[in-house]
């Protein structure tokens, strides 16, 4: 599993989300795959379903379709794996909320936030009417997306930066 993640973690670096997409299934295949590798193949999956990113990345619509799918799968695989995670009921109806306009769960995230296992959560909360109060959490968050290493973090990042951007430009 080791090599697959470090190949995936890589490809997924260079923005390469088909080759890093191969590589992320391959690792996650594996026994021992961890649960960071499941969500990184998750939301790069998710990523690949918006239009623009798809256009770029001249992605055919049957692997963005299948995209879709795959994401939610593999959301049930990690529970399968690792149990109930906050990460796994954040990103469900998330996933949702972004592609087809789901309701707003922000009760569920605070919920989900309090839990203390994952800060992904906090980015939904301080980028939400009245976020101000996770400010913090989003903050520590961004410290760890930054570096923009996988579709994941490059994502969370993109919607921090933008929040953060606004929030600074009214102080």
């Known amino acids: 599993m080791a090599m697959a993640k470090e190949k995936a973690l890589r490809l997924d670096a260079q923005d390469l989300p088909l080759d890093a ?17 499941f969500m990184n193949l998750a939301v790069l999956y998710f990523v690949c379903t918006d239009g623009g990113y798809a256009a770029h990345h001249k992605l055919s619509p049957e692997f963005v379709n299948d995209a879709w799918d795959r994401a939610y799968e593999l959301l049930d695989e990690a529970e399968s794996r690792f ?19 789901e309701a707003p769960f922000i009760k569920t995230c605070q ?16 980028t939400s009417p009245g976020g101000e109060p996770y400010r913090a959490q989003a903050l520590k968050l961004f410290e760890w997306v930054k570096a923009g290493t ?11 930066a933008k929040r953060l951007q606004v929030v ?4």
């Open 21 to 37: 997409a191969q590589a992320y299934e391959e690792a996650v295949a594996a026994s021992d795959a961890d649960f960071e590798t």
């Open 83 to 101: 149990g109930q995670q906050s990460e796994i009921a954040f990103w469900r109806p998330y996933f949702r909320f972004v592609v087809l306009g």
């Open 111 to 126: 919920h989900l936030l309090a839990s203390g296992d994952s800060l992904v959560p906090s980015f939904y909360l301080f």
């Open 150 to 160: 996988t579709a994941k973090q490059r994502y969370i990042r993109s919607i921090l």
């Open 168 to 171: 600074n430009a009214t102080e």
